[in-house]
């Protein structure tokens, strides 16, 4: 069993939230008292000085990432030791899961465009992690590798890694995918060029469209810049919008 042992009410607030959105038997106790004999596993403050059994796995909580803590308690608990993989499944928003080992501790859904801090921020304090990200939506996908940073990556065949959502999964096609491609093993890869499709610059255009206020779409060159990364949508729009004006020549009223 977890025990959590702490005089820091910020370690104790954070880690035993954690533990019961994680649905784990725990008990806590204060520093100074008996530990319950069925103790496999103590959280205890960083920095905090408390005595623990001898036969007793000891947790470190840092009051700014309970989530961390309770992770490490659980896979001690369970005897598991595992790499780190950050799966990704990329599009718009693409989904992201975190595995130690075989067990899924996080899973996220993001713009694209902060799909590289989450992923960071996962795997910080990790030893020797690995992301794996899906070949699909090359675009977004290729982004999102020259993102991340200090981390090594495979590109992963996604091809049937999205499972059949039945009713009242709607939504959580794209977490589970990334669940999926971080179990897949892939290519290693620095960075992606990609040269996209009139498909895809087509798409691009019919998303400026459906964005503008005045349903109009962005022009092919515009369309290439937002393909390579170097605008949003809405910078392209507001580029284009700006075209529009420069070429209605200077405003009348203007003295």
Known sequence: MIVVATGDFEVYHGVVTELRDRGVTFTTIEPDD??????????????????????????????????????????????????????????????????????????????????ADVVGREVEDAVDPLVRVGDGAR????????????????????????????????????????????????????????EPTPGELQRIKDRSREASDTNRAIDAELARRVADGDLTIEDALAEHRGEDTDRDGPDPTER
């Not at 065949?157 to 995918?177: C, F, I, K, N, Q």
């Open 34 to 115: 008996d530990w319950p004999e069925e103790t496999e596993v103590a959280v205890v403050a960083a920095g905090e000085d408390v005595e623990v059994p001898e036969d007793v796995d000891v947790v470190h909580a840092d009051p700014d990432r309970p989530r961390r803590a309770v992770e490490a308690a659980i896979e001690t608990l369970r005897g598991e030791t595992g790499r780190t993989v950050v799966g990704i499944d990329p599009g718009d928003r693409p989904g992201i899961a975190v595995l130690h080992g075989e067990m899924v501790v996080a899973t996220f859904q993001v713009p694209a465009a902060d799909a």
């Open 139 to 194: 675009l977004v996908g290729s982004r999102v590798i020259d993102d991340i940073e200090d981390v090594p990556v495979e590109l992963v065949d996604e091809t049937g890694t999205t499972p059949y959502l039945g009713s009242g999964a709607r939504g959580m096609g794209d977490v589970l995918a990334a669940v999926n491609i971080a179990r897949l093993e892939g290519e290693e890869i620095v960075s992606r060029d990609v």
